[in-house]
């Protein structure tokens, strides 16, 4: 095993070593997968979006596999956690955004077991790597608050950094009402 692929096993042990064997409450699972996150982040050295796929597809014993058609009809993804990592299937014909969220979030599957951590858990941890706290705050607090731009400079799909600025209080939920399509064919806000 070469130097890089000894210490991406080591990260896999690292990220799996942070889940408790304990139950956890839902407020301590997320903490937890934002932990992960920040880990991932640090170890690879990225500092600022959009987070490279590279991070996931760069672990030793991640093996992902896209299909332009999945075994399932309508099925995304898939993943299957093995001892030194798992192996992750992506619908290849799905836009970058989705794919990137999905791929990370197959990813915590993988670190948890594919069996241990819920959808919602997971979705967490997508959205923890990709659009992490301090970086998301920073770019709100500086100014940049359209939607769509954040959406890619994250590259991310407009619902997902929606998602992360209400989770993080950022953007407040308003009444729901219909918006006019804009020309791109998109009713979100900016």
């Not at 709100?140 to 991310?156: I, K, M, P």
């Not at 929606?162 to 399509?181: I, K, N, S, W």
Request: aromatic share 4%; proline share 8%; with cysteine.
């Amino acid at each position: 095993m070469g130097g890089d692929e000894a210490q991406t096993t080591r990260l896999m042990t690292r990220l799996r070593a942070m889940t408790p064997n304990w139950p956890l409450s839902v407020q301590e699972a997320r903490w937890v997968a934002e932990q992960q996150a920040a880990l991932l982040l640090a170890e690879a050295r990225i500092l600022a979006p959009p987070v490279p796929e590279r991070i996931v597809r760069n672990l030793a014993g991640v093996h992902i596999y896209e299909l332009d058609i999945l075994p399932v009809p309508g099925l995304l993804s898939a993943s299957k956690t093995n001892s030194r990592g798992g192996d992750i299937v992506l619908d290849s014909t799905m836009p970058l955004p989705e794919r990137r969220v999905t791929l990370m979030h197959e990813l915590k599957h993988i670190i948890d077991g594919s069996q241990t951590s819920g959808e919602a858990l997971c979705a967490d941890f997508a959205m923890s790597v990709l659009m992490p706290t301090p970086w998301l705050r920073a770019d709100w607090q500086t100014g940049h608050r359209n939607v769509s731009a954040l959406a890619e400079r994250y590259q991310v799909p407009v619902e997902a950094i929606e998602h992360r600025l209400h989770t993080l209080e950022l953007l407040q939920r308003g009444p729901r009402r219909r918006h006019a399509p804009t020309a791109s064919g998109s009713n979100t806000p900016t």
